[in-house]
C-alpha cells in the first residue's frame, strides 16, 4: 500500500462487547468520521485494524493525522480505554518510520504531568 502519512488504530472489540457500554460499529464509526470531518478519506479496514492514509505531499495533512490522534486520546475517554494500537508511519523521504502514538502520548503524560 502506498502512502505518505499512515495511521492504523485498532480497538480492543472483546473488551467493547463485554463492557456493553458502547458497540464496536459505533466506535469505528466515530474514529471514521472524525477523520472524514477533517479530510482524511482513504480509510480501509484489515480485519480489526482502521487504516488512514494519504499520498499528498501537502504538510496539512501531517498536522491533521495528529489532531486527530490527539483528540481521539485525549478527548474522548473511551479511548485509552479500547485502544490497542495507534501506529503512526511516515514514509517522507522513502523512510518507513512506524511509532506508538499511545506510548507517545503516555510518555508525554508522565512527563508533564498531565495523566
Not at 25 to 35: A, G, V
Not at 49 to 76: H, K, M, P, Q, V
Request: hydrophobic fraction near 35%; charged fraction near 30%; charge should be negative.
Amino acid at each position: 500500500m502506498e502512502y505518505r502519512y499512515k495511521l492504523e488504530i485498532e480497538l480492543d472489540e472483546d473488551k467493547i462487547r463485554a463492557d456493553g457500554e458502547y458497540t464496536v460499529e459505533q466506535l469505528r464509526q466515530h474514529i471514521i468520521d472524525s477523520f472524514a470531518d477533517v479530510g482524511i478519506t482513504n480509510m480501509v479496514e484489515d480485519g480489526k485494524t482502521i487504516i488512514f492514509i494519504d499520498n499528498s505531499y501537502n504538510f496539512d495533512y501531517f498536522a491533521r493525522f495528529g489532531l486527530i490522534a490527539s483528540d481521539l486520546y485525549y478527548d474522548e475517554p473511551w479511548f485509552s480505554k479500547y485502544a490497542n494500537k495507534m501506529l503512526w508511519y511516515n514514509a517522507e523521504h522513502g523512510n518507513d518510520h512506524c511509532e506508538d502514538v499511545i506510548a507517545v502520548f503516555t510518555r508525554g503524560d508522565k512527563l508533564y504531568g498531565t495523566a
